[in-house]
C-alpha cells in the first residue's frame, strides 16, 4: 500500500513548545494544585502539562509559591472589583442583592475548579502559613467585606434588622464552605446532592433571619 495514502499511522506526539501564554501555565497549574495538592504538586510537572521547559515557566512565575498566587489572582481574586461596582449601582433590595452575590459566587467560584484552592487552602494553611495569610488577605478578608456591605446596606434601608454584621458574615460563609466541600455524589447514602437546590434552602433561612419585624413586633411579641 502506498504509504503516502496510508491513514493508519498514528498521530504524530505533541512536541514541546519554547513559549507558552501565563493563562495556559496558570490553567495547567491550576489542575495540578487541585488534583495533587500543593506539596505533591511540582513546577516540572506544571510546565510538562503546558507543553513548555521548566525554564519558561520561570520566566514568569519566579516560584512554585508564586505561581499559586498568580493562580488565586487568576481565578478568584479578579472577580471582586467587578461585584465590588454591582453592589454600587445595584437597586434593588438588598435580599435580592444578597441572593445574587451567593449565586454569583457559586456560579464563578462555588462549581468551578477555582472551589479546588478553597478547598486547597483550607487542607494546607497550616503546613504553609504564608500562603494563609496571602489567602486571607487577597480573598477572605475581600469577600467577607462585600457581604458585610450588603448586609449594612439592608440595615441602614430597614430591610434587615440590625445584626453583629462581623459574624452575619461568618454565618453567611459557612454554608458556602459546606458547599464546595461537600462530595459531589451525594450527601447521604445513594440520595444525589443538589448544590442549586441547597443554595436556594439557604437563601431562604438566611434572609428570614436577616429581614427586619414588621413595626411593632421584636423578639417575645407575637405578630
Not at 462549581?111 to 497550616?126: D, S
Not at 504564608?130 to 469577600?143: C, I, N, R, S, T
Not at 437546590?197 to 436577616?210: A, E, K, P, Y
Amino acid at each position: 500500500m502506498d504509504q503516502d495514502l496510508d491513514t493508519t499511522a498514528s498521530p504524530p506526539r505533541r512536541t514541546r513548545r519554547k513559549e507558552a501564554r501565563p493563562g495556559e501555565l496558570l490553567d495547567a497549574a491550576l489542575d495540578l494544585f487541585v488534583e495533587r495538592g500543593y506539596a505533591a504538586t511540582k513546577v516540572e510537572d506544571v510546565a510538562s502539562r503546558a507543553g513548555v521547559s521548566k525554564g519558561t515557566l520561570f520566566l514568569y512565575f519566579p516560584s512554585k509559591e508564586e505561581l499559586l498566587k498568580a493562580v488565586v489572582r487568576h481565578s478568584i481574586v479578579g472577580l471582586f472589583d467587578r461585584w465590588s461596582s454591582e453592589i454600587d449601582s445595584y437597586t434593588a433590595s438588598s435580599a435580592e442583592m444578597l441572593i445574587y452575590a451567593l449565586d454569583e459566587w457559586w456560579k464563578h467560584v462555588g462549581c468551578t475548579k477555582a472551589a479546588g484552592i478553597c478547598k486547597l487552602m483550607t487542607a494546607e494553611a497550616c503546613n504553609f502559613p504564608e500562603l494563609a495569610k496571602f489567602y486571607q488577605q487577597e480573598v477572605e478578608a475581600p469577600g467577607a467585606a462585600l457581604l458585610a456591605r450588603i448586609v449594612r446596606r439592608g440595615i441602614a434601608r430597614g430591610e434587615f434588622r440590625a445584626v453583629d454584621v462581623d459574624y452575619a458574615v461568618y454565618a453567611l460563609k459557612a454554608p458556602m464552605m459546606f458547599l464546595m466541600l461537600q462530595p459531589p455524589a451525594s450527601a447521604g447514602g445513594d440520595r444525589p446532592f443538589d448544590a442549586e437546590r441547597f443554595l436556594r434552602t439557604q437563601s431562604d433561612l438566611l434572609l428570614r433571619g436577616l429581614e427586619a419585624a414588621p413595626h411593632g413586633v421584636g423578639p417575645g411579641t407575637a405578630p
